[in-house]
């Protein structure tokens, strides 16, 4: 007997269709069953992508022998590149490709740029020499080299910018906002995408990294090139159960634009036009849709009070894969008489945290709020966006204490010059910074995803994503600018702060600054926050 149509679960959904174009059903199609699938291809996306990043830093200062601020500022730079692409690649799913075809084309374009960057470590005319005497003549790095990896590495940044922003979005379109049942579901989805995402590089990326730094970086980077492979097969798994929404045929980066520039111009020639037609019924119905333009318009640019007072946080993000990596592999990384971790495996502590909070927030500190404010969903996503920057002030706080505390373990041992040695000081004081970058993460990190999805113009979603990540994007850019502008004025006064031997730098003077910087930025946004008014509820046709 067939099912009765009327009956809820088996209702279509208004503006949505199934893989073939026909009606979607809610009975058969989204939900968690769609957006485990989508979950899945984000655990073996971020872990191919951590896989490169996470340990870019000792790939530059050792293979290819560049200077620590040099390597920084590269790292910083490429980072910035890839968060800020996301914009170019939510413009194109949002206005003609769609979410589920940018994906899938973003995927192919990875796995080239994977296996790229995999022949630049094992191919000998695209190997960098390897030897252990810096000043051989045959140990340079060629110019080819060096722009083949790079290229390499660049493909990456573009492929995730189509990648990044519509995967998350794809996954949220699963839930529909006008269910009560499947909105909530839709909130608890950001959090379990973010505990999935660092539960899967807890372990991955930590073999990962002793495989890179003992194994051969061939190994190391054919390995995310095979897990994206992966990525790729789960997501083509879930194809029909997915929800998807039809492209609109205007841009609608195209009606915001124009809507801007109407805010811009100002309202006067319309009220003129407007008083000459009044009778006319087909201007009225141009009006309420100009009207409707203007608004999405307005709910854009109020968002960016609060992206501009988040990029302190951003570049207090991009220290722990550059600065916080050094710091960790001058210290004492024995386990055990033979065992010592690899310096990037200490940034699985980053996810630990995260997997281990995320169910302490959603099962008991989200009830908790609730009693208290009578929220469903116990704090406001700023509120929640707050928390996370004050940790992330605490996290810098804590990381300059730490730093200053191995740089007088350094005086006491007289191993000032011996970089060749170990400071006799133990990894474990360095896990706290990590363990509070990741609990920040929790509130600050999800926070934004839910705010800028939720809060951008429902045919906009890629780009709200898109521009949560761009904060990112800038934040690398601004802590690339502060590396080099400091590098060049503390060398001329000595030691750069971030000098190849750390033990001459002054790794904790920066993290001072950066700390200062995060307390200004945090009172601005407590500013800000306070006076935002959010996005009222409506049905709308989305893009998929």
């Known amino acids: 007997m067939d099912a009765d149509p009327l009956l809820p679960e088996s209702e279509s959904l208004p503006g949505v269709v199934d893989y073939l174009n026909r009606p979607a059903f809610r009975s058969s199609s989204g939900r968690w069953s769609s957006a485990l699938f989508i979950i899945g291809v984000e655990i073996t996306e971020r872990f191919a992508y951590y896989g490169v990043s996470s340990n870019l830093i000792m790939y530059l200062t050792g293979p290819l022998r560049q200077s620590t601020a040099g390597a920084a500022a590269a790292i910083n730079a490429w980072s910035g590149f890839a968060s800020l692409l996301p914009l170019l690649g939510a413009f194109v799913a949002d206005s003609w490709l769609g979410r589920y075809r940018t994906i899938l084309i973003a995927s192919f374009l990875y796995l080239v740029a994977l296996v790229m960057l995999t022949l630049s470590s094992t191919l000998p005319f695209l190997r960098p020499p390897n030897c252990t005497e810096i ?48 909105k909530a579901s839709r909130s608890s989805f950001f959090n379990w995408w973010y505990f999935g995402m660092c539960g899967g590089n807890v372990f991955t990326v930590s073999i990962l990294n002793y495989i890179q730094d003992n194994v051969g970086w061939g190994l190391g980077f054919g390995i995310p090139c095979v897990v994206m492979f992966c990525a790729l ?26 809507s801007i520039l109407e805010l811009i111009r100002g309202p006067h020639k319309k009220n003129l036009l407007v008083k000459e037609v009044q009778s006319d019924d087909s201007f009225h119905e141009q009006e309420i849709t100009n009207s409707n333009n203007i608004n999405e318009a307005k709910q854009i640019l109020k968002l960016f009070p609060i992206w501009s007072t988040l990029l302190i946080y951003a570049v207090v993000f991009s220290q722990w894969s550059t600065f916080f990596i050094k710091q960790a592999s001058t210290l004492d990384r024995r386990i055990g008489p033979t065992f010592q971790v690899p310096p990037a495996s200490l940034t699985s502590f980053i996810d630990i945290s995260v997997v281990c909070f995320i169910p302490i927030y959603d099962k008991i500190l989200i009830p908790f709020f609730r009693k208290i404010t009578k929220k469903p969903s116990g704090i406001s996503m700023l509120q929640r966006i707050g928390i996370g920057m004050g940790i992330s002030l605490l996290s810098m706080i804590i990381a300059a204490l730490v730093e200053m505390k191995r740089l007088s373990v350094v005086r006491e ?12 000081m133990s990894l474990w004081w360095i896990v706290p910074q990590f363990f509070l970058v990741g ?5 600050t990190m999800v926070g934004l995803q839910e705010f800028f999805y939720d809060q951008v113009p429902d045919q906009l979603r890629s780009l709200g994503l898109a521009l949560y990540l761009s904060i990112f994007g800038i934040g690398s850019f601004i802590s ?18 971030f000098a190849d031997n750390l033990n001459r730098g002054h790794l904790d003077y920066f993290y001072w600054v950066l700390a200062v910087l995060s307390g200004f930025a945090l009172v601005l946004y407590c500013w800000f926050a ?15």
Not at 413 to 424: G, Q, S
Not at 439 to 443: L, R
Not at 480 to 497: P, R
């Open 413 to 424: 041992y007289d191993l000032v010059d011996r970089v060749d040695l170990p400071v006799p």
């Open 439 to 443: 609990t920040a993460d929790v509130f």
């Open 135 to 182: 000043e051989s003549p045959n140990c340079s790095v060629s110019l080819f080299q060096l722009l083949f990896f790079y290229f390499s590495l660049y493909l990456v940044a573009i492929a995730q910018s189509g990648h990044k922003p519509c995967v998350q979005a794809f996954g949220a379109d699963q839930f529909d906002q006008n269910d009560p049942d499947e």
């Open 480 to 497: 690339s600018f502060l590396v080099e502008l400091i590098d060049s004025y503390s060398s001329k006064n000595g030691y750069s702060w």
């Open 530 to 544: 306070s006076g935002y008014v959010y996005k009222k509820k409506e049905s709308g046709v989305m893009i998929g």
């Open 233 to 258: 097969l789960i997501f083509l798994s879930g194809t029909k159960t997915y929800r998807f929404y039809p492209i609109q045929k205007e841009s609608p980066f195209a009606r915001v634009g124009k």
